[in-house]
T-cell receptor, first 115, second 110 residues
């Protein structure tokens, strides 16, 4: 069975600092990987996804992530954060795609950007 | 805006009651997924429907059931509600590569 571990439940940073949110997964088959963001009292918005191809994936709002198969990791990075990036971030994995796949989510990382 | 709609936005009900949550997928998407988000369990997959048929089940309680109708909208039915069922319930529709989430229904059981 697949699982996702987000190593940090909370990450406080100052505005304009770089940030990395860590995500490790376990699966016995090839996977698709996702990062979602949830702003307070809102739904989930997709930041970026890895389906295949280049292991460096660029997403919205200046975020990027790198798929590392040997380390089973998919860490999210941003070189310079803004106050508006304060939100909860979820890493998710699915075993394949097509018409039948479910997402397994990590517990989430609360990113707090301070002035 | 993901194109997925969910109603109602908020629901407050008492223990023992039954409620129905509704989801309309994006135009053209045949798959609908239901997830529960709670403080205790985080985000958990409940159930998936594809073109009217149940495709996968996750950690869904026997008190919960779902269906997908011919127009592809889906309903999640929760019965004999308990305090622990209070949570945010999301539905998502999929084009096979990405899941698009609705805004969620916040259920409060008192």
């Amino acid at each position: 069975a697949q699982s996702v571990t987000q190593l940090d439940s909370q990450v406080p940073v100052f505005e304009e600092a770089p940030v990395e949110l860590r995500c490790n997964y376990s699966s016995s088959v090839s996977v698709y990987l996702f990062w979602y963001v949830q702003y307070p009292n809102q739904g989930l918005q997709l930041l970026l996804k890895y389906l295949s191809g280049s292991t460096l994936v660029k997403g919205i709002n200046g975020f990027e992530a790198e798929f590392n198969k040997s380390q089973t990791s998919f860490h999210l990075r941003k070189p310079s954060v803004h106050i508006s990036d304060t939100a909860e971030y979820f890493c998710a994995v699915s075993e394949g795609g097509g018409s039948n796949y479910k997402l397994t989510f990590g517990k989430g990382t609360l990113l707090t950007v301070n002035p | 805006d993901s194109g997925v709609t969910q109603t109602p936005k908020h629901l407050i009900t008492a223990t023992g009651q039954r409620v129905t949550l509704r989801c309309s997928p994006r135009s053209g998407d045949l798959s609908v997924y239901w997830y529960q988000q709670s403080l205790d369990q985080g985000l958990q997959f409940l159930i998936q429907y594809y073109n009217g048929e149940e495709r996968a089940k996750g950690n869904i309680l026997e008190r919960f059931s779902a269906q997908q109708f011919p127009d592809l909208h889906s309903e999640l039915n929760l019965s004999s509600l308990e305090l622990g069922d209070s949570a945010l319930y999301f539905c998502a529709s999929s084009d096979g590569y990405e899941q698009y989430f609705g805004p969620g229904t916040r259920l409060t059981v008192t």
